[in-house]
């Protein structure tokens, strides 16, 4: 049991909870989801599509009540939606990180208070049997 290190591990894992916080202060604009590039046909008559040359196209894709849900996005449109769905995958992750993190704390915490409580094992003694 060595209290000393568990302080020292709980206070670099503030240090990181710091940065990580930073995130979620520092992201401005998201959008669900992701985008990806496909080839597709487009079903007019005549068109080069027929013959095998498909239309590139850019899709958004997010996931709403566990369906996932796609629609094409404009050329001049991508650039905004690769920025704002790469800002919402980092946000989610930091979110999932932070949940780890904090079990981490709280588990250090709990072996911080068990140390104190074995260095004071004497004067809870004494205390619970001045109760009775
Ligand atoms: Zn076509």
Redesign the pocket.
Known sequence: MDIGKYRQELRVLFDDERELIETFLVIRGLVKGGIYKTKL????KG????RGE??EVWMHYRSEGGKAKTRTIRKEEVQEYERYTRNYQRYRQSRAELIKLHKKQIRLIDLIEEGLRKENSGIEKKLFKKKR
Do not use: V
């Open positions: 046909k487009c079903g007019k068109c080069k599509c027929e498909l239309h």
